[in-house]
């Protein structure tokens, strides 16, 4: 019987993995990152870049890029793309609870099983 | 007792009541112990009870049945039990430990059109809309009138004839996740038209598909590709923002995250209610997040009252609604529109899930004050499971949209006592 930890797929390590595994060197991943219950809704955007530059200072490159995309207030997530290394390093993070990649390949949508059209 | 409760009891001998337990009600030997205190009225005391309804003020024209199983029902979520007594099961109802209040159950009251016109059904209700007991609401003009479903998916066809004037609002997130401005309702599957047809279709000459005919979809197109996880998130905020008092999503991520519960605790916290798909991947399996215990959850079963072989569920190690899916709804063989002018049918938790929304949306529109607690609390309180039906895949079987808006109106009325 499952308990409430993440999936296999979805456990922060594999998806660290599979960003890092996908991702070319030099280039930059998208990935969604989800904050603690603990991280106030109304100062997002200030956390979302104390992060960052927590993550690029653990690296010790500041200068690594870096662009912080949508902040969601009421799922207190933001999207970001950087190097997999610096999600890598965020998720380390006592403020980030999960991380997730922003584009799901199997898709979301809960496909039928079977359709038949009804002329 | 109530006044109501000693005039019925009167006057017949017999009255339909609703006792609300104490918290410690739990064990199987005080229910029966309470059963006792139940009867099961005889034909011609039934009819007596119908009769005393209809002489009645007119806002109550209902009609009382004998419960077929058992002499009472419990409503463990509620805290109410339902049943009918004559004096002295009152008066030992009133006098026991186990309970707090009796009251008289109220009874549906039928609002009779204002002016009747011929624009009868153009087809037959669906099976789903039959299994569900929608028509009954529907004889009672109990349409979902004034109620807005938020509808997250893969967009909507808003020139389909079946989805005429049901599109209060549409949304269109671009693949990264920027609403796209001026966006007028489209399709960019067939999904999204399917599902908003079962919860707000109209009826049309191919057939009554629709549960909540004369409700409307705040529609937002965040499926497939792209950023979806962004489409999505910003889509839940969009629904809020238009009103919904009432969420369908039949999407999700296989297994699961609690990535989104921070999100469905915010939608719980504004008074809506996520009624989510719990996924096509059969018995051991869900999807996020369906598979919350803060949602509701739908799973699919066919015409035969069989849970579906492609529906999910799973059993989770947690002490609070441990397995999914919560409920089970017509989700085979499914009618409703697709795009262009056309239609199919589909199997899958992503059909049976808006029926239940729209199931909702029928009971806010007759009781537009309701929580969304309440909703969820009607609607789970509703159901049976069907003797075939296996728990561990069909859970608490299959909501009955009456006895939900019974509930409802039940316990609206104790939360105002």
Redesign the interface.
Known sequence: ??????????ATENVLKELEQKTPPGETA?A?V??S?TVSKDDLAAVARRIVDAAREAIGDSSLPVEI??I??????F?VRAAPSVIRRMSDLESV??V?????E?????????????P | MAGNLEETLAGVGYAKVIVALKPTLAAASSKAALEQHFMIPSEPQMESLMAVAARSASKRSGHPRPLEEHKMRVYPHLGLALGFVDRSGANALAASNQVEQVVEAPELSLIRPFARRSARLAAAPTWGIKRLKVDKLWAQNIKGKGVIVGHL??GIDGTHPALKDAIAAFAEFDL??DQVPGARPTDS?E?GT?TAGTIVGRSVP?GAFGVAPEAKVASAMV????????R???G??WV?GEGAQILSM???????????Q??VT??RNANVLPVI?V??EGPNTS??PGNYDTVLAVGAMDASDEVAD?SGS?????PGDPLVPDLVAPGV?V?SCVPND??????????ATPHVAGVAALLLSAEPAATADQLEQAILGSCVRPSSMLERRGNRGVPDAVAALEILRSSRLRAVA
């Not at chain 1, 019987?1 to 979805?10: G, I």
């Not at chain 2, 039949?250 to 989104?260: D, I, Q, V």
């Open positions: 019987m499952p308990d409430e930890k993440p999936s296999a797929n979805w998208s969604q989800f904050l219950d995309g949508k969601h207030r009421l799922a207190k997530s999207s609870k999960a997730l990649p922003s584009e799901i199997e898709g979301v949508m809960i496909k039928p099983v079977k359709k038949t059209p009804v | 998916d893969t990264a996740g599957d999904h399917h191919k499926i497939e590709g792209g950023q979806v996880i962004d999505i998130l910003a839940m905020d809020i039949s999407l999700g991520l296989r297994g699961f995250t609690p990535a989104f921070t999100v915010a939608l798909a996924g096509n999807r996020s492609f799973q059993r989770f190690n947690r063989d009618l056309r239609y199919a049918k589909m199997d899958g938790s992503s059909m």
